[in-house]
T-cell receptor
Framework: DTEVTQTPKHLVMGMTNKKSLKCEQHMGHRAMYWYKQKAKKPPELMFVYSYEKLSINESVPSRFSPECPNSSLLNLHLHALQPEDSALYLC??????????????FGPGTRLLVL | AQKVTQAQTEISVVEKEDVTLDCVYETRDTTYYLFWYKQPPSGELVFLIRRNSFDEQNEISGRYSWNFQKSTSSFNFTITASQVVDSAVYFCALSEAYNSGGSNYKLTFGKGTLLTVNP
């Protein structure tokens, strides 16, 4: 069983809506990640938080806004999305130092459809 | 730049066959880590194994085995006596420094291999 949970599992939203994706981990990890994955492609890194600070931002459009309220929670706020933003959004966590040997553990993902 | 190549886009086998998924990587680092993940149709990436560049011993876990060959920069994954539940996309990944000379690392994924095991 995964120890990284994500809600909701599925989300359908219009281009003018505001919604949020939520991720929670119970492994005591201090790094959390957001990935975007299109069909038949590998995951693409969006953001990384380490010790509640944004450490990596892969030049993601501002309509995606991450938030890390504490070390076990990670949110992704969505606003004015485009249909091409439809994808599987995966959350992951790791120990925290963003070192070479850290293993990332993934949640089940949120399937987002933008109409 | 680092790169991970999974040349097999799709593989289809019949249950109980053995199957090997190939992974070839490029890196200039002397110390590095390689990973395999499984992604079933449900979507979650399931961690399977992590291997460091110093340890060239093959690893076996039940029906799964991994062959790490530093000389050929390969980290291949074999499933013995495949089962329908093994049907998934399998990703090989390499830890890569986020910025040149930096201390933060991220995963560079291969494009994945879709394995279909037919009954």
């Amino acid at each position: 069983d995964t120890e990284v949970t994500q809600t909701p599992k599925h989300l359908v939203m219009g281009m003018t809506n505001k919604k949020s994706l939520k991720c929670e981990q119970h492994m005591g990890h201090r790094a959390m990640y957001w990935y975007k994955q299109k069909a038949k492609k590998p995951p693409e890194l969006m953001f990384v938080y380490s010790y509640e600070k944004l450490s990596i931002n892969e030049s993601v459009p501002s309509r995606f806004s991450p938030e890390c309220p504490n070390s076990s929670l990670l949110n992704l706020h969505l606003h004015a999305l485009q249909p091409e933003d439809s994808a599987l959004y995966l959350c992951a966590s790791s120990q925290g130092g963003l070192t070479s040997e850290e293993t990332q553990y993934f949640g089940p993902g949120t399937r987002l459809l933008v109409l | 730049a680092q790169k991970v190549t999974q040349a097999q886009t799709e593989i289809s086998v019949v249950e109980k066959e053995d199957v090997t998924l190939d992974c070839v990587y490029e890196t200039r680092d002397t110390t590095y880590y390689l990973f395999w993940y499984k992604q079933p149709p449900s979507g979650e990436l399931v961690f399977l194994i992590r291997r460091n560049s110093f340890d060239e011993q093959n690893e076996i876990s039940g029906r799964y085995s991994w062959n790490f060959q530093k000389s050929t920069s390969s980290f291949n994954f074999t499933i013995t006596a495949s089962q329908v539940v093994d049907s998934a996309v399998y990703f090989c990944a390499l830890s890569e420094a986020y910025n040149s000379g930096g201390s933060n690392y991220k995963l560079t994924f291969g494009k994945g291999t879709l394995l279909t095991v037919n009954p």
